[in-house]
Nanobody, 114 residues
């Protein structure tokens, strides 16, 4: 059974940082590309970044330079370090395989105040 559990979100002031974590269970993590996705209020879910099992990374344009995705294969965990946050980064953050599977966790909410 696939399970994705995101954590680490919260309320932060503009310019601040957060580190998100996602623990995956089941078959979704091992050997697969994993990604972080964001759903801003009133908008569709969008890809933030993805990382291969070997650690190669790709970032969507809006997140390049501020966000860093990493993974710990031994712990089935993927991380998202978010720096220099701004109010436009507010939203729910989710991890999933890339391309996304049908399995979604509950996400973790990030709110950036100005």
């Amino acid at each position: 059974q696939v399970q994705l559990v995101e954590s680490g979100g919260g309320l932060v002031q503009a310019g601040g940082s957060l580190r998100l974590s996602c623990v995956a269970s089941g078959t979704i993590f091992s050997g697969n590309v994993m990604g972080w996705y964001r759903q801003a209020p009133g908008k569709q879910r969008e890809l933030v970044a993805w990382i291969t099992p070997g650690g190669a990374t790709t970032y969507a344009y809006n997140f390049k330079g501020r966000f860093t995705i990493t993974r710990d294969n031994a712990k089935n965990t993927v991380f998202l370090q978010m720096d220099n946050l701004n109010p436009d980064d507010t939203g729910g953050y989710y991890c999933n395989a890339y391309p996304a599977s049908t399995y979604w966790g509950q996400g973790t909410q990030v709110t950036v105040s100005s």
